[in-house]
């Protein structure tokens, strides 16, 4: 909500109505705001909302990067997602200050998103504003370029701000497409693969299941993405249960923990371009356990967030790390990693936690951390 600016609803120079809409109420971020009910006008410039006590803002079509649709389920309405760029230094004044958002949604209570979202589209498409710019920049009469000192820095960050803005408005239009495209060659691939399944001595089924995983590659099957299961709590729980679902193998192999980070690389890859956000991520996490779900969030006491298996006993895994500690005399997060067969994240991680229990002293030196087994503890415990 910081992007928008407060107007008279005056059109500025060369700027035209495109598409009008009333009843839309404006959320920041999934966050209701108290700005409902209003009458949503899109200009070749601008995206205008007006209420019936006359107040007016006003959002520049620079600071969009991307719209996406969100169909109406029983519960919601049908929205537009716009995520922003970062709003310019020196803006004018508006309704908040300071968001920590990065996008806005536009529900529409009295039906027209899908023609509202088809001609912002468009009128995104045609970029009348960077036009509108250039025309004023060629007329105003200063033929030396910018002014020396602080004004002439400021127009000159402005400039390069909304350069950068174009250059990703043009990439987020590039990805839709691409990511379109992928959506219909996965369907495809469905389709192509029943056919062939259906098919009587056509072709073995170990070339059906090679042909059907080939083409698959380009993401999971029915990812859980926002458009298809709304936003907020509903949205993060399903994406927690197939999280749960490609992770539990994974994670087993592992030793019983992921990493965010690992978890994070694995799901965006297996889902192609229907990738999901680090937040997305974590809000799913949380969600796990309220699910009764195989796979938890977990927080170690040295800070690091991971996933890990319900039934995973961490004082059981001290005890193996301990163990092997005590045969080998010495370890380091490397040695521990290629024994336990996990990541030096995960493997440090241990040995950590292995300290915190008693059962364990480290040596840090130049040439690195090395963990002894506790001697001062096991003379104790002999005494």
Known sequence: M??????????????????????????DGDNKTDFEGGHLTLTTHRLLWRNANGSCLALPLKYIVLAEKEDHTFFHSDKIVA???????GRPAGPVNRSSHSHIKLSFRSGGMHEMFSRLKETMSGEEWVKTCSLSAGTSGDKRGYRAGI????????????????????????????????????????QIS??????????????TVRFQSQLLSLGVDDPVTRGTHGSGD?????????????????????????TLTDAYCRVNRARGLELI???????????????????????LPSGVRLLQ???????????????????????????LAALAGVSVLLAKQRLLYLETKGGACRDESIQGLVFYPNRFLEEAQAD
Request: proline letters at 3%; zero cysteines.
């Open 83 to 89: 995520h922003l760029s970062a709003p310019a230094p």
């Open 194 to 207: 029943t056919k062939i399944t259906e098919k009587q001595g056509g072709i073995s089924e170990d070339e």
């Open 2 to 27: 910081d992007r928008f600016e407060w107007s008279d609803g005056t059109l500025l120079f060369a700027e035209t109505e495109v598409y009008q809409q009333k009843n839309i109420q404006l959320y």
């Open 309 to 335: 298996l319900a039934e995973l006993d961490q004082d059981a895994v001290a005890e193996s790390t301990r163990r092997l500690l005590a045969e080998r005399g010495t370890l380091t997060a490397q040695q």
């Open 151 to 190: 004004v002439g820095i400021e127009k000159k960050l402005v400039a390069e701000q909304q350069q950068q803005n174009r250059s990703i408005s043009e990439a987020f239009r590039d990805l839709t497409n691409l990511m379109e495209a992928a959506r219909e060659m996965v369907a495809l691939s469905r």
């Open 277 to 299: 956000s680090p937040e997305d991520l974590l809000s799913a996490g949380r969600q796990m356990t309220r699910l009764a779900l195989p796979l938890r969030l977990h927080e």
């Open 234 to 258: 509903r949205y993060h729980a399903e994406l927690a249960r197939q999280l749960a679902t490609m992770l539990e193998a994974p994670a087993r192999q592992a030793g019983g923990m992921l």
